[in-house]
């Protein structure tokens, strides 16, 4: 037996249509459909059927809004445990977390001359002499140092690292018996006032960009050294000190703070030669002038 075909005005809507096909009312012919949808039992099955609809979007919203929450997290967290364990090495606290009261890392301390070679009347003991008067005047505005004469030369140790660059400044003409200057450096542990200078020195270390260049063009030493500095310049409006970080070369031909800050490089791009030269490419599963366009003839497993 055919089924006739359906006039226009047994045909019914498309939201009629889909609302017998949730609740599963769709195979019956449409005029049964049209007297179901007249029923009043048909309005409290679809506000239901809508209402465990709703409820299973939320469900699934809430899903994915956790999983997007622990993707970031997961992102962050990284930044976080590398930022974590820089200071834990520094600090040497690996378990509980305890207040912060030392840092160990090598930070410059104080300055050592070699003796300087020279044809001179004075006795070995005249030229000390000379020499601790010199630097006694240069370090009388300096607070606690150490000071230590060696066969090879004369050595000067600060208890507070901040002053190294006022040490630096007042020795830049150094007595006719010494000779070349030269960083002294220490790990610590550096605790009480030094305890900051040596979290400011790590931070600025990380900081610099890998090839980070003196900027004196007579001298592109990489490396750079920072030395954290205090200012006394206090006002009515800054009644504290100013401290600030100041980027030392020590190349032969600076062995001086660099103006541009190790920055003059930052947009250049260092060739590989470093890369060869350390052997990092030795090891090459692809022989020098093939592609991966055609089959590879010389394939070798490290």
Not at 32 to 55: M, N, P, S, W
Not at 269 to 274: I, L, Y
Request: overall charge positive; aromatic content about 8%; glycine content about 6%.
């Amino acid at each position: 037996m055919e089924t006739a075909p359906l006039q226009p005005k047994d045909r019914i809507k498309g939201a009629t249509r889909k609302a017998m096909q949730g609740l599963g009312f769709l195979h019956l012919r449409p005029t049964f459909q049209k007297l179901v949808r007249q029923h009043d039992r048909l309005k409290t099955l679809l506000t239901v059927e809508i209402g465990k609809a709703e409820k299973l979007l939320d469900t699934e919203t809430l899903k994915q809004s956790r999983r997007d929450d622990r993707r970031d997290i997961g992102r962050k967290n990284g930044i976080f445990k590398h930022g974590i364990k820089g200071i834990k090495k520094i600090t040497g606290k690996y378990n509980t977390s305890k207040p912060l009261t030392e840092v160990k890392i090598r930070c410059p301390c104080g300055l050592k001359w070699t003796w300087q070679d020279h044809a001179s009347f004075l006795t070995k003991q005249e030229r000390e002499e000379r020499t601790m008067t010199w630097i006694n005047e240069c370090t009388r505005n300096l607070r606690t140092h150490s000071l230590k004469m060696t066969p090879g030369g004369m050595e000067i140790k600060l208890e507070a690292l901040t002053d190294m660059l006022p040490l630096l400044q007042v020795t830049k003409n150094p007595s006719l018996d010494l000779g070349t200057r030269s960083l002294i450096y220490d790990v610590g542990p550096w605790k009480g006032e030094n305890l900051l200078a040596g979290i400011e020195i790590f931070f600025q270390k990380n900081a610099y960009h890998p090839f980070a260049t003196c900027g004196n063009s007579e001298c592109s030493k990489t490396g750079p050294i920072p030395m954290s500095t205090i200012a006394n310049n206090t006002t009515s409006e800054q009644p504290l000190p100013t401290r600030s970080i100041e980027h030392f070369c020590e190349g032969e031909t600076c062995f001086k703070t660099d103006p541009t800050n190790f920055r003059s490089t930052r947009h250049r791009t260092r060739d590989r030669t470093f890369l060869d030269n350390a052997g990092i490419f030795d090891f090459l599963t692809l022989a020098s002038g093939e592609t991966i366009r055609d089959p590879v003839t010389t394939f070798r497993e490290f």
